[in-house]
């Protein structure tokens, strides 16, 4: 099982980011995928996730309305989009197999940095 999240850098509050997630070492389609965040000193927290066709979808209070999560089962990628982003923001994401249950596998990629910062 391997993830590989791109798409993390440094942007000012308010504005946008595109995380993308290619997973491989497993049949994606057949599994929910979800992201979550890790800020330093605190616990890794889900933020959003997706069903296995897209067709439901979850968000955390902190990022309803502002987030948006895809996936593309023919590339095995998921994908968020991060829109109107806050400071505290500013974490590792990180994505993984399963939903709101929690996370399939044990192994996690290297995530990818978000920065909010003005």
């Known amino acids: 099982v391997q993830f590989v999240e791109s798409g993390g850098g440094l942007v000012q509050p308010g504005g946008s980011l595109r995380l993308s997630c290619a997973a491989s070492g497993f049949t994606f389609s057949s599994k929910a995928m979800s992201w979550y965040r890790q800020a330093p000193g605190k616990e890794r927290e889900l933020v959003a996730a997706?069903?296995?066709?897209?067709?439901?979808?979850y968000y955390s209070d902190s990022v309803k309305g502002r987030f948006t999560i895809s996936r593309d089962n023919a590339k095995n990628t998921v994908n968020l989009q991060m829109n109107s982003l806050k400071l505290e923001a500013t974490a590792v994401y990180c994505c993984n197999a399963g939903g709101q249950g929690g996370p399939v596998y044990y192994y996690w990629g290297q995530g990818t940095q978000v920065t909010v910062s003005s």
């Open positions: 997706i069903s296995q066709f897209g067709i439901n979808r």
